[in-house]
């Protein structure tokens, strides 16, 4: 799932329903235009995330609120402490279901999976529900077996995390992050003034741009346990900075404004 489209399924799962007129007014805010929102809207009920309650009035599904719930929750794996179990998925789809599996293998891995062999996932903490509605999205439940358990020999070593996870790319990302938050960012930020019109939108839509970005993070960082990562990790800090700064500003929007509602 995109970024933007998961933002989009958050703020509607925030509400009995949504318009799709709200969302693209909302959206028109941060530049992004309204054929994205609305193929974002298209995939979501595609995927049976979201649900068309009325003529473009939009509400989460059960399916939608678990996915939610699921992705928000991923940066607490960077609290957790490891058991040493080790979660796999292992399918062969056939050749015929292509765009099936390229899906449900895309998704997995923006799960926190990594491929260690062909047609074998694995990732050290559990998701097995989230797995399973996954392959029940991209209708490919069939083909999937599930185990968990230890190595006997060759363990995954944090050297070869680093290549099944491609954790200097992620390193990368967050390295610009750092820099934009830093540099762009705060200061946008301390420029929104109480005084000013519109003043809650404009906090909403700076909750919005950083939303997006811890968004973004929690798709390509798969939140590996300790043992995995190299000695000089530090980007679960960088998680909880970037979250914190979003709850703060999510306290500074007015109660009585209309925007509250997405934000507690």
Not at 102 to 120: I, N
Not at 179 to 193: A, T, Y
Request: hydrophobic fraction near 35%; proline fraction near 4%; charged fraction near 30%.
């Amino acid at each position: 799932m995109l970024s933007v489209e998961k933002q989009i399924l958050y703020l509607i799962s925030r509400t009995e329903s949504l318009s799709a007129k709200d969302l693209i007014r909302i959206y028109e805010g941060r530049g992004i235009g309204s054929q994205i929102v609305r193929n974002a809207l298209a995939r979501l009920k595609k995927e049976r995330y979201a649900d068309a309650t009325a003529r473009s009035m939009y509400a989460a599904t059960e399916l939608g609120r678990e996915y939610v719930a699921s992705i928000n929750g991923k940066p607490r794996q960077y609290e957790r402490q490891w058991d040493g179990n080790w979660y796999f998925v292992m399918f062969e789809i056939p050749e015929t279901e292509r765009k099936k599996r390229d899906g449900f293998r895309t998704d997995l891995v923006q799960l926190g999976y990594g491929g260690v062999y062909k047609g074998v996932y694995a990732s050290p903490w559990e998701y097995t529900e989230e797995v399973l509605r996954l392959g029940a999205v991209h209708e490919v439940l069939p083909y999937l077996s599930l185990t968990k358990g230890e190595y006997l020999h060759n363990p995954v070593t944090s050297g070869q995390a680093r290549e099944i996870w491609g954790l200097e790319e992620v390193e990368r990302l967050y390295e610009e992050k750092r820099d934009w938050f830093d540099n762009v960012f705060l200061p946008s930020l301390r420029g929104v003034e109480e005084s000013e019109p519109e003043y809650d939108l404009r906090l909403f839509l700076k909750f919005l741009e950083l939303g997006d970005v811890i968004a973004e993070l929690g798709l390509r960082d798969p939140m590996l346990p300790a043992e995995l990562l190299p000695d000089d990790w530090t980007n679960g800090g960088t998680i909880a900075r970037f979250n914190e700064t979003l709850r703060r500003i999510a306290d500074r929007i007015p109660k009585e404004s209309s925007y509250r509602r997405f934000v507690v």
